[in-house]
């Protein structure tokens, strides 16, 4: 994966903004944010929302999120100041000119692409979220509902708390698939009934265990808890101090 501070049009999106999506379409912006921005998509409410935003992005989407498994479908144009009802913890569409947001602190933001059918989907996904199936819940739904091929997706993985850092302990473990539990790599025993989850390759493997091609899948390898300078981290800070917000946008040709 390429990582460039280029281009830096806005401030708010450095110093990090990956546009790796841009080499296979230019049709389609993404970014994840750190602790300095951008601000798109931040939420000041209980509800999912569509908001104005700015020439670069007409309309924000901004959900709702409540660690679960509910994908919400955009199919239609929206117009400012819509809400959803519900939590939601991933939003895909068809829809140019409209930002797909979801903020995290340590959990995982998941940007999903297919440019050749133009649908983009943008996840919220915790360890909660990945062990009840968001991810795989949302690219089913990208083609079930949107047409999108496993050929032609590409899924993006923004930063996120670590192994080096994360750790869980047996209620967390216990739920996840015997496959991810065993493997070393992804579950780093540290003694009993802990471990060093790497939950970005727990969501890469799951998208391998779809059918996506190793080569659609990205992750920024970044750790949200040890990087204060790049990101707020609930683990780290102990409370919300604020979330990072990522998106994805289809623009119109
Ligand atoms: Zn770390």
Redesign the pocket.
């Known amino acids: 994966m390429v990582l460039v501070a280029e281009p830096p049009t806005r401030k708010s999106m450095i110093p990090f903004t990956s546009w790796s999506f841009g080499r296979l379409s230019q049709r389609i912006l993404h970014f994840f944010g750190t602790r300095y921005g951008p601000e798109y998509g931040r939420m000041n409410g209980e509800q999912g929302t569509v908001k104005a935003g700015d020439p670069d992005y007409p309309l924000v989407v901004s959900l709702c999120q409540v660690h679960g498994t509910d994908v919400l479908s955009i199919d239609r144009p929206l117009n400012a100041g819509q809400t959803f009802f519900g939590g939601h913890d991933a939003v895909l569409t068809n829809q140019a000119d409209t930002l797909l947001t979801v903020q995290t602190a340590d959990c995982v933001p998941v940007l999903l692409m297919d440019p050749s059918r133009g649908v983009i989907g943008a996840v919220h996904a915790g360890w909660r979220g990945a062990v009840h199936g968001i991810v795989v819940k949302s690219v089913r739904t990208m083609m079930e509902r949107f047409d999108a091929s496993l050929t032609s997706l590409h899924v993006e993985i923004g930063p996120s708390?670590?192994?080096?850092?994360?750790e869980v302990d047996t209620p967390v473990i216990d739920q996840l698939p015997p496959d991810v539990r065993d493997d070393s790599t992804t579950l780093r025993r540290t003694g009993p009934g802990t471990g060093r989850l790497d939950l970005k390759k727990f969501i890469q493997w799951q998208a391998v265990s779809l059918g996506l091609a190793e080569d659609h899948i990205h992750a920024v390898d970044l750790?949200?808890?040890?990087?204060p300078d790049l990101f707020f981290s609930y683990r780290r800070e102990g409370k919300v101090h604020g979330n990072m917000v990522s998106g994805i946008m289809l623009r119109t040709l």
């Open positions: 708390a670590g192994p080096c850092c994360y750790c949200t808890i040890c990087r």
